[in-house]
């Protein structure tokens, strides 16, 4: 089994900054792919961006890349999603997944944390 637990969401205002983290336990989680997934009110939930277990590979969703950058800590077992320049659109609650398939689909992550809302005002 592996827990997930995410902090680090808010309020701010468009053009601004915030980090959420993840801090994950349980057996061999270092050496399960991490993913950032969010999900906004009557959506589906989309991909964000996922971390291979060495953290050296890195895959983002368009609507994210090159405002968003997704780090890890083995040794912290914690996985850090630093988010800048945020737009209303990014508006969402913000979901930590762990998985050991290199995907984008939320099915195919079976570990989830309980969500950390993220709110950008205009």
């Known amino acids: 089994q592996v827990q997930l637990v995410e902090s680090g969401g808010g309020l701010v205002q468009a053009g601004g900054s915030l980090r959420l983290s993840c801090a994950a336990s349980?057996?061999?989680?270092?050496?399960?792919?991490m993913g950032w997934f969010r999900q906004a009110p009557g959506k589906e939930r989309d991909f964000v961006a996922r971390?291979?277990?060495?953290?050296?590979?890195?895959y983002y969703a368009d609507s994210v890349k090159g405002r968003f950058t997704i780090s890890r800590d083995t040794a912290k077992n914690t996985v850090v999603l630093q988010m800048n320049s945020l737009k209303p659109e990014d508006t969402a609650i913000y979901y930590c997944a762990a998985g050991q398939w290199v995907a984008t689909s939320p099915t195919l992550y079976p570990y989830w944390g309980q969500g950390t809302q993220v709110t950008v005002s205009s």
């Open positions: 971390i291979d277990w060495s953290g050296t590979k890195t």
């Open positions: 349980g057996r061999t989680v270092s050496s399960y792919v």
